[in-house]
């Protein structure tokens, strides 16, 4: 394929097509008149061989191939964008514009709190929108980094894309502050006999392997998709659930619940932000992950070990 002959207009007006499934309000939404809709959609017709648009009684509707390419165009649509808003020179304190970033509660929570609190304070043009990590991140991880301007998440689930490095944390346990077989420490019997409240996603994957590696199989008893919910659905139970130390510092005050150490040497927890190539030169996006470093280094240790 040579991009060199290619029409990047018709990717914007394929975009339209696929969604609005209608040349008439593509071309109002692209500001096209009807007829050249209607060439942009007989160009890319013989450049796919297929209709892509199939009328169907008195509407169109998407032909498989349109159907693939409806999601492949919205996120080629996205990085074609970002690539060309990219920067040379980029001023917080005058600039309005809006990073995203997808995080889980947790990150959100410990991190993204301090990063929200200093962009208000040195670049009150500047929004930040959090999105929840997908459950297929680490299964399309490209597509979801072009989409956004970057990713919270520690290592060990996705590699091969840049980062940096942010804060470490470790894992620690929950119980409820009247657990009648629970003292002050845990056993790896405790583990493997009590039921368990899990955070559902991929996301924890290092902890959870590390668990199976020890012969140890947590019996799930609720999942649910938010760390910050895991110290209600322990407290009053005779559940455990596995958390983040930094978390658990945020959260224990407001259940009843006690933090324990794990009955093994649990793995590290080191979080980075995580970005797409594409982003690595762009002023706007160095000067975001510079700020999103220098809030890292001011937010200390976790907290000590239970």
């Not at 410990?110 to 997908?134: D, N, Y």
């Not at 459950?135 to 996705?158: E, K, N």
């Not at 140890?216 to 139970?237: K, M, N, W």
Request: glycine share 6%.
């Amino acid at each position: 394929m040579n991009l060199a002959r290619l029409d990047l207009n018709l990717v914007v007006a394929l975009r339209a097509l696929l969604e609005e499934r209608n040349v008439t309000r593509a071309g109002q939404r692209v500001g096209l008149s009807q007829p050249a809709m209607s060439a942009a959609l007989g160009r890319l017709r013989r450049h796919f061989d297929d209709d892509l648009l199939a009328r169907v009684g008195g509407h169109y509707e998407l032909t498989a191939l349109g159907q693939v390419l409806l999601d492949r165009t919205s996120t080629a649509y996205d990085l074609l964008e970002r690539l060309f808003a990219s920067q040379a020179d980029f001023d917080p304190a005058a600039e309005s514009r809006e990073f995203k970033l997808v995080a889980s509660d947790y990150a959100v929570a410990v991190f993204g709190s301090a990063l929200a609190r200093v962009l208000h304070q040195e670049a009150p043009g500047i929004r930040l929108r959090f999105t929840q990590t997908p459950t297929s991140v680490v299964d399309d991880t490209a597509t979801l980094l072009s989409t956004t301007d970057g990713l919270l998440m520690p290592h060990g689930v996705i590699s091969d894309f840049p980062a940096t490095d942010l804060y470490d944390d470790h894992w620690v346990f929950l119980v409820a502050d009247d657990h009648p077989d629970v003292g002050d420490r845990l056993t790896r019997d405790d583990l493997a006999r009590l039921p368990w409240v899990t955070y559902q996603r991929t996301y924890d994957a290092p902890a959870v392997r590390q668990l199976g590696m020890l012969g140890i199989e947590p019996r799930a008893e609720v999942s649910v998709d938010s760390f910050q919910l895991l110290p209600l659905l322990v407290a009053g139970t005779r559940r455990i659930a596995l958390v983040q130390a930094r978390l658990a510092r945020l959260l224990a005050p407001l259940a009843d619940v006690r933090v324990l150490a794990p009955p093994y040497e649990a793995v590290p927890l080191r979080e980075a932000l995580w970005w797409h190539p594409v982003h690595t030169h762009d002023a706007a996006h160095i000067w975001l992950r510079e700020t999103a470093a220098r809030v890292a280094r001011g937010m200390g240790a976790a907290s000590p070990r239970p």
